[in-house]
Each structure stands twice: as structure tokens, then as C-alpha cells.
């Protein structure tokens, strides 16, 4: 029999691998790109690299080779990248394993949504239904950008995501739940204020304020909307929590999701935007069995019905549902 002395273990024949390497290979495998990896995975190039290039010093192989276009996996790497996508989703059911088994406490579930999140919205709402039921589910809340979700889903960074952009891709699974109408946020006193709606075209003579890089869906949606009428809209890139400062003080006006109108953000008021709405979805792992998920999805779909049931002006259920549903700007 063995015996060792506290805190003494045998030294490890194998390298440990931190998962976190596997998620930065597998991110550059998925892209062929660098810098689209980095992206997606909101980190940055360098960072990357060295995560990629100290898995590959472990393992005592490249995995990559960059290329003029970007990078190319090897013998090795297209070897390895099975094998590193069952170690991370054996970390994942490790982790839901354990979390079965912790009956006395709720569950702990992490989401991404579009933040700021209106406290009337449909995040709130589905989050007090999980938290009011029997199951008594925490949610972990985090932000990602448009493009992220998908390769924070696919590692286990997160559970489940809101999004207006859902991410298509092996492995994943979700549905439309509710679509919502899409206002122009203005300063209060603005010459459009109280008029409503407001056309697309009134937009093209204002100073767009918008989050591009952190909502690029709904920002193509929004261009795609204003030049099939004939306008050309210009915006200024604007982080999300300082829009509707920024509009208050009359540095310019602002297209937001119609239930912004609920957050109570003083000296701006709320004008519907014509012919122009955005779907919201909720996307999951298609592995993911776990209660909390299953828990999380129903919650939304009854937060949706409740909010268009209350709020007809603001949203509505979707005509079309299904897995991983698209729907560009529509008429309201």
C-alpha cells in the first residue's frame, strides 16, 4: 500500500491540460482564423496564441500551422480536435453530475443575454418564474457579443443564451420565443417626440448612437431596414449601458428594443419604429438534459406568452416557430 505525506502526490506522467487551452484550439480549428477565434471568444490575439501554442508545447506537437489566410490544422490537430471535444463535454456532464447531487440548494444555471435587460423584459421574467417555482434555480447572468455565443455554449461557459442573433451550429438547439418592436429612443423634447410611429426615414438626418460591435445583428437588421427605404444611416459606436445616457443629454437619438420603455431611464422617451421588430430566441447545448435547462427553456416560453399577452404593443408571439429560427425585420 502507498502512502505519501500531506499535500505530497506521485508526479504526474502526463501533462494536466487546462480546458481552457482545449477551448482556444478548438475555437482557431472552428474559425481557421486567429483573430475570428480571439473574437469570438473575447480574448485577445496574443492571448490566444500563447494558449494555443503552450497546449501544443504539452502535447509535443504543432496543431496549427498559420497560413495567409489564416490557420490550417495539422496530422496531429485534426487528431486531437475529436478528442479535445469529448474532454470538454465530459467536463461539462462532470459538472452537472455534481450539480445534480447538491438537492439541498438550488440549481445554478449561467446564461448569456443582451444586457441592459429592462426589468419588465423577457430575461426578468423568466428568470422570477425559476425562481418562484419549486426548483428554485439560480441564474448567472453574462454578457456576450454577437458571434461569442456559439463557442461559449459549445465549451460549457454558459448554459443557455437570449439572443436576437442565435448561433447556428452542430450541437446546438433552440427556438423563436417572442418578437418584440423595435422604438426610436429620443431625448426627451426631441422634435419627434409623442409622434408616432416614427418612419425609418426620419433617422437618416439624427446622430445614431448604437452598440455595432456588441449588437452587430440587430444593427444589419436596422441598416438593412433603412436602405430598402432609401435611407443611409450612419452610426456612432456606443457601448450598450451608455446609450441612454448619451440620449438624454441630446447627444442623439438611438434604435432600442421596445421594452426598453419599462427601465425607467429618465430624460428619454420612446417612439415605435415603423415596420421594424427583432425576435428574441433562446438556444441551448441538443446534449443538455439537465432539469435546469429544461427549466430555464419553459420558463421562457411561458414569460413570452405572458408578456404578449400583457403587452401587445411591444411584443408578440412569433407566426413561425422551430429550431434555430431566423427571421429578419418584419412589419408589427
Known sequence: MNTYEA??????????LDPRLLRAFLAVAREGHFGHAATGL?????ALSRQVR????????????????GAELTEAGRAVVPEAERALAYNRRLVRAARSLTDAGPAVLTVSAPMPSPPGGLLAEAVRRLWSGRARTRVSVVELRDGQQAAALADGRVDAVLTWDPPVADGLTGEALVEERTSA?????????????MPLAALGAQTVLFPVRERSHCWAQLDAAAAAEGVGITPVPTAPSAVADLVAAGLGVSAVPGSFRFAGYPGVTFVPLERLSGTMSVVWRRDDDSRAVAGFVAACRDAARSLAAAHGDVWRLPEATGPLVRRAATGT
Do not use: S
Not at 7 to 16: L, R, V
Not at 185 to 197: C, D, I, K, N, V
Open 185 to 197: 429612443l429620443l431625448a426627451q423634447g426631441h422634435p419627434r417626440a409623442g409622434t408616432e410611429p
Open 54 to 69: 503552450r497546449l501544443e508545447r504539452l502535447l509535443g506537437t504543432d496543431l496549427l500551422v498559420r497560413t495567409p489566410r
Open 42 to 46: 473575447g480574448i485577445a490575439q496574443p
Open 7 to 16: 499535500d505530497t502526490f506521485p508526479a504526474a506522467t502526463e501533462p494536466d
